[in-house]
C-alpha cells in the first residue's frame, strides 16, 4: 500500500460514521438504546459539515430473555462475532480511504475498529498509538476482572492480552508492545489490572496527576508520547472520563472527571496533527442521562472527531 493511500485515511479523510448500539459488554441495559437517537447523527445540522458520510446502524446480537442464568464471561461469544463484523466493515471503509468514527455503544465496540486501524497502519508501513480517554484502564483480562465484564477488558483485548476475545490475528502493530498507548483521566483501577499497565509502551495519566500538572502539560506530554508525527493514532473516547455533572448519562460514572472543553482540546488537538486514522464515542447511557446533557457532549466529540 502506498503512502498516500495511507494519508487518504488520516484526519483529512473524509469521516465515515457508523452507529453501533451494543450493550453486551455489561450488565447494566441501555447503550444498546442509541440507536433511537441515531436519526439525529444521520442526519446531523450543519456544524456537524458536510465532510462526515454517515453508514448506518450495524445492530449488535440480542440480549437472551432470561438473564438469569449469565456469569462470567457474560456474552462474550456474541461480542467477539459482533467486534469481528465491525472489524470487517472499518477495514473496508479505511482501504476506501475513509477515516472511520463510531458511536454508541459500550466500550466493548471500540476492539474491531482498533484493530482494523491497526491492520491499516501495518500495511501503510506506519506504526500505530492509541489515546484511551477514560476514567477506567479497561485493561482486566480474564484472570485479573472483578466483574468479568467486557467493557471492562477492552483495551486489554485491542492489545491482544485477552486470548478469549481474539478476533483474528493481532497486527504488528499492535503485538508485542509495538503500540504507544496513552490512557488519560483515569479514576478507578482495579486492584489487580493494575499489573496490566506495565505492558510496554502504556503511558497512564491519572486525573490527580493531570490536576497536579494541569491539562496543557497533560495534553503536551500525551501528544508526545503518541508521536503523531511518524504514527497514526486512534482516539477512543469513553464518555465517563467527563465530569459527571456534564456527561452522568454513562454506564460506570466516577465521582469527577474531565471537562467537556479539555476533551474537545485534545480531539482537536490530536486531529491537528493529520495523523488520526479513526476514532470512537462509547458508553453512552440514555436511560442514565439527564437532560440530554451527555447526548449533547457525544454529539460534540463526534462532530470534532468528525471534521477535518
Ligand atoms: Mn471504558
Known amino acids: 500500500m502506498s503512502l498516500a493511500r495511507a494519508d487518504a485515511s488520516t484526519s483529512t479523510a473524509t469521516a465515515w ?7 453486551l459488554g455489561l450488565a447494566q441495559r441501555g447503550s444498546a438504546d442509541f440507536d433511537r437517537w441515531w436519526p439525529a447523527f444521520e442526519h446531523p445540522p450543519a456544524e456537524t ?17 432470561d438473564e438469569s442464568a449469565l456469569r462470567p464471561p457474560y456474552y462474550l461469544h456474541e461480542i467477539l462475532a459482533y467486534s469481528k463484523r465491525v472489524r470487517a466493515r472499518c477495514a473496508a471503509a479505511l ?16 476492539i474491531g475498529p482498533i484493530r482494523a486501524a491497526a491492520d491499516f497502519a501495518h500495511a501503510a508501513g506506519r506504526p500505530l498509538s492509541i489515546l484511551w480517554l477514560d476514567s477506567h484502564a479497561d485493561m482486566n483480562t480474564s484472570h485479573t476482572s472483578p466483574s468479568g465484564m467486557v467493557h471492562g477488558k477492552a483495551l486489554a483485548a485491542v492489545l491482544g ?6 478476533d483474528g490475528p493481532t497486527p504488528p502493530t499492535l503485538a508485542a508492545g509495538a503500540a504507544r498507548v496513552a490512557i488519560v483521566g483515569t479514576q478507578s483501577i482495579d486492584p489487580l489490572e ?19 500538572v494541569g491539562w496543557a502539560e497533560t ?16 482516539l477512543s473516547c469513553d464518555l465517563d472520563v467527563i465530569d459527571p455533572a456534564q456527561a452522568g448519562g454513562v454506564n460506570t460514572p466516577c465521582e469527577s472527571g474531565l471537562t467537556l472543553t479539555e476533551v474537545l482540546e ?43
Open 17 to 23: 460514521m457508523l452507529g453501533l448500539p451494543c450493550d
Open 49 to 65: 459539515g458536510p465532510s462526515v458520510e454517515t453508514a448506518g446502524l450495524l445492530p449488535a446480537p440480542p440480549r437472551l430473555t
Open 95 to 110: 482501504n476506501a480511504g475513509r477515516r472511520p468514527l463510531c458511536i454508541g455503544g459500550d466500550h466493548s465496540i471500540s
Open 161 to 166: 492480552l485477552e486470548p478469549l476475545l481474539d
Open 194 to 212: 493494575r499489573a496490566n499497565l506495565r505492558h510496554p509502551g502504556i503511558r497512564e495519566t491519572s486525573l490527580n496527576e493531570i490536576r497536579r
Open 219 to 234: 495534553l503536551a506530554q500525551t501528544l508526545d508520547h503518541l508521536e503523531p508525527h511518524r504514527r497514526l493514532v486512534y
Open 266 to 308: 485534545a480531539t482537536r488537538a490530536l486531529l491537528a496533527t493529520g495523523s488520526v486514522v479513526g476514532g470512537d464515542v462509547v458508553e453512552f447511557n440514555p436511560h442514565t442521562d439527564t437532560a440530554g446533557r451527555t447526548l449533547a457532549c457525544l454529539r460534540q466529540i463526534a462532530s470534532a472527531l468528525g471534521s477535518t
